[in-house]
């Protein structure tokens, strides 16, 4: 059975990259990867960055009015920096200028997210909870009053409601047990790190399954998403050269260091992508590192999309 044929495959939109990115490309990712059956479109948040990168909310903008059907997600914004208001604003838009196909990612980023943006990294995550809170709140409700640690909303409201009911869907990002249980009650779907490997991913997910029982939750209808970095090549060696010389100038350190990376031939790519789905992902956020719109046909043919 093909892996389009066992669940869905989402594809990374070009939107950082160590040089500029050039509009014909965006837009002929996000066209052909509609045509071609993935199922979603996904960015990153990486505002000040030491290569070229996208607002994640103005992308997927543009994404949506060359596109039709095909789902926009980001994975993931860091909440904590922002003020939800703001983030609940922007994606009740990008859903409705989509007709409905808007995916919200959330995390709580790393210690440097916070110096950047002089947010105080001190309970973060309660600052995160309450900004999960008021989202939903502004998405869901007329009124709105709030009173909690670090937001504070007095009766007011959003007219801009997202098209889907009861909201956006909220993906929560994290490997950390207390991530996958917050995804587990909070969420709407869980993002494991691209970095995982499958044993590691196994554990983890094993682990949300068991947190969403004891919710009441189904396990089977939550989506579980593992994003991978990939390069698929004629020969091994030329996708992970790829792989390489893209994680040197984006993440500063080399292809395949991450244990989760997969580069390789068709065959060898589809085994290791066989391998995350037998670990527990019901759907794959897969990011090329180079060639963007030659990959995109490439891995169609390897989930059996072609």
């Not at 949506?64 to 983030?87: D, F, S």
């Not at 030659?294 to 891995?299: G, I, K, N, R, Y």
């Amino acid at each position: 059975m093909a892996i389009k044929d066992k669940i869905p495959v989402g594809m990374s939109l070009p939107h950082r990259n160590p040089e500029p990115l050039d509009m014909a490309t965006v837009r002929g990712v996000a066209q052909r990867a509609e045509a071609l059956g993935f199922s979603d479109l996904w960015v990153t948040e990486n505002t000040l960055d030491h290569v070229f990168s996208f607002d994640p909310a103005l992308i997927l903008t543009y994404a949506a009015a060359v596109t039709n059907r095909i789902r926009l997600g980001v994975a993931v914004v860091v909440l904590p920096v922002h003020h939800p208001g703001h983030i609940a604003s922007q994606f009740a838009s990008l859903d409705h200028i989509s007709n409905g196909r808007a995916i919200l990612g959330l995390g709580i980023g790393r210690d440097h997210h916070y110096a950047e943006f002089e947010v105080p990294k001190e309970r973060r995550v309660r600052r995160y909870r309450e900004g999960i809170d008021i989202l939903k709140a502004l998405w869901t409700q007329p009124k709105v009053s709030y009173h909690g640690d670090f937001y504070k909303l007095d009766n007011v409201g959003m007219v801009m409601k997202p098209v889907q009911k009861p909201h956006v869907p909220i993906w929560l990002g994290g490997d950390h047990p207390d991530a996958v249980r917050r995804a587990a009650k909070l969420g709407d779907g869980w993002i494991a790190a691209g970095a995982s490997n499958s044993i590691e991913f196994a554990k983890t997910a094993k682990l949300l399954r068991n947190e969403l029982e004891a919710l009441g939750r189904d396990p089977a209808k939550f989506p579980v998403s593992k994003r991978v970095f990939l390069s698929v090549a004629e020969r091994r060696e030329d996708a992970k050269a790829e792989l390489d010389r893209w994680f040197q100038k984006v993440y500063l350190r080399p292809g395949g260091a991450g244990a989760g990376d997969v580069y390789g031939t068709p065959e060898q790519v589809r085994e290791q992508l066989e391998e995350l789905i037998a670990a527990g992902a019901n759907h794959l956020l897969v990011n090329p590192t180079g060639r963007y719109i030659e990959q995109v046909d490439a891995l169609a043919e390897v989930v059996g999309l072609q």
